[in-house]
Structure formats: structure tokens, C-alpha cells
């Protein structure tokens, strides 16, 4: 059973502050790693996708992989309160392109 | 705003009836794909579509049908459903149906089975 592992939260931080996010899967063979915000009601909406290891950084946003461990995380800058929502991590597993979500993780950043 | 189109936003139906939700992208966008999600639960793969050609189906019950009826479009047709079938459902696309290609989302269908 191909896995992708995220802790439930709630994960609180004070605004300005840096939220870290982890997720873990469990196939080695684990090509692409995307993270999704979510809204309470709303649908997904596609923050970073990484491919390969290391940083990238976009805006407040950095995704970070690493592959021997099996892990890709997303650190989020001077956070706002109005990135309090669920964070869901996506992996696709090797030979496919289907997306393994994990749980999420629920952020709120307190004023 | 999205760039994947989903109509309508909510719905209501009986367990008799037979509805469809819809799903549209300008994007040029390849692969198509439905999603169930419970509340607080991630989506969960339904279908995918790809160059039109219906490629993954998760073993999810005939009372669901999907269509696509040319690349712009998705069609989920909806038929007998149950009450456990209420869910949000939602459509993603990507440019192809490869592993490094992102999902957009649509904003969902909210369907209630009464």
C-alpha cells in the first residue's frame, strides 16, 4: 500500500512567524510532489510542485525534498492569517500519474 | 477564480433521479480527472481521461458514468445514487497525463442525496 503521511495538526503559529509542513510517502520511486492549499468549502489550488532535490522558493513559499528520506516539505514565510487553511500534499507514484493525497494538514495563523 | 469550469455548484437530488455535472477547460489541457472528498478528507480518484480516452476507472459503481465528449469537456453523469454518494466532486486537468504534470482544480460540485 503506497502511502503519503501528513500530520492532522491543528498547526498553530502567530502571524509573521514560519509554518513548516511535512508530509513522508512511503515509495521510494515517488517521481513528483506537489503541495495543495485548500480553503475550508473550496477546492484545491496548486501552491508549489517540486521534482527534483533541494529548494524551490516561490514568494513566501519554499518546498523542500529530499528523496533518501523520503520526505518533500513546504515552509511558509512571515505567515498571514489568511493562509489559515488545510495544506495537502500530493505525490505520484512510479509507473503512474495518479495523485496520492496525503490527509493535509490544518494551519491557522493566530492575528 | 479557476480556469477549470464546473457547473452547477450545488446540487440536490432524489435517489431516483438522473442528473449530470459538467466540467469545462480553455486551457488546452489533455487529461481530465473526477474527484470524490468527504469532508476533511482528501479527494479520492474517481476517473481519468486522457486524449479523451476514458484511462483510469477506480472501480467506482455503474451509478456513475462518465463522458468526454470532446478535450474541452467532462461530463459526470449521475444515476440511483445513494445517500453516502453526497460528497464534493470535483474536476482537475492537466496539460498531459504524466507524472510531472500539475492538477488544476475546478471549483467543485456540492451534491446532496436525499
Known amino acids: 500500500q503506497k502511502e503519503v503521511e501528513q500530520n492532522s495538526g491543528p498547526l498553530s503559529v502567530p502571524e509573521g512567524a514560519i509554518a513548516s509542513l511535512n508530509c513522508t510517502y512511503s515509495d521510494r520511486g515517488s517521481q513528483s510532489f506537489f503541495w495543495y492549499r485548500q480553503y475550508s468549502g473550496k477546492s484545491p489550488e496548486l501552491i508549489m510542485s517540486i521534482y527534483s532535490n533541494g529548494d524551490k522558493e516561490d514568494g513566501r513559499f519554499t518546498a523542500q525534498l529530499n528523496k533518501a528520506s523520503q520526505y518533500v516539505s513546504l515552509l511558509i514565510r512571515d505567515s498571514q492569517p489568511s493562509d489559515s487553511a488545510t495544506y495537502l500534499c500530493a505525490v505520484t507514484t512510479s509507473g503512474t500519474y495518479k495523485y496520492i493525497f496525503g490527509t493535509g494538514t490544518r494551519l491557522k495563523v493566530l492575528a | 477564480d479557476t480556469e477549470v469550469t464546473q457547473t452547477p455548484k450545488h446540487l440536490v437530488m432524489g435517489m431516483t433521479n438522473k442528473k449530470s455535472l459538467k466540467c469545462e477547460q480553455h486551457m488546452g489541457h489533455r487529461a481530465m480527472y473526477w474527484y470524490k472528498q468527504k469532508a476533511k478528507k482528501p479527494p479520492e480518484l474517481m476517473f481519468v481521461y486522457s486524449y479523451e480516452k476514458l484511462s483510469i476507472n477506480e472501480s467506482v459503481p455503474s451509478r456513475f458514468s462518465p463522458e468526454c465528449p470532446n478535450s474541452s469537456l467532462l461530463n459526470l453523469h449521475l444515476h440511483a445514487l445513494q445517500p453516502e454518494d453526497s460528497a464534493l466532486y470535483l474536476c482537475?486537468?492537466?496539460?498531459?497525463?504524466?507524472?510531472?504534470?500539475?492538477?488544476?482544480f475546478g471549483d467543485g460540485t456540492r451534491l446532496s442525496i436525499l
Open positions: 482537475a486537468s492537466s496539460q498531459g497525463a504524466g507524472p510531472n504534470q500539475p492538477q488544476h
